[in-house]
C-alpha cells in the first residue's frame, strides 16, 4: 500500500503528463497551421510519449494497490509565436517537469517510499532526455536565424528523423 501523500503527488503528476501530451499536441497543429509538418509530426510523437508517462505512473499507482483519481487538465495555449519562441517554451517546460518529477522523487525519500524512489528513477533519466533533445532543436532553429529555407530543411530533417528524438 502506498502512503496518502505520495499518491496524491503522483494521482497530480499524471494530470500534469496529460498536460504535457495536451500542450504538445496544441503546438503539433499550430506547426501544421504554419506549413511545419516536420516539427507537427516530432510534437504528436511527443504528445503521444507524454501519455505513455501519465500511464506508467497510473499503473504504478494500481500496482501498489492505490486508488487512482483523475484530475482535471488545464487548457493548453493555442499561439506559440515562431518556432524558436516555440522550442523555447518546450525546453522551459521539460524543465519544469524536471523538477516536479525531482520533488516527488524527494517526497518518495522523505517517507523512506524505496520502491517510488526505484520507480521514478526511469523519469529523473528520462528528464535528461527531454531536455536534452529539446535544447538541441532550440539551437538547431536559433543556428537558422530566421531563415526560411534553413528552417524548411530542418522541418523535413525532423520528420525524417535525422535530428535524434528521444525515447
Ligand atoms: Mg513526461
Redesign the pocket.
Known sequence: MIVSDIQDAINTQIKN?YY?SYLYLSMAAYCETKNYPGFASWLRNQSD??LD?AMRLYDYILDRDGKVILEAIDQPPSEFGTLEEMFEEVLEHEKE?SSMINNLYELALSHNDHATSVELQWFIQ?QVE?EKTASDLVEQIKQADGNKAALLMLDREVNGGATETSE
Open positions: 503528463e504535457s510519449e507524454e508517462h517537469v528520462e527531454e
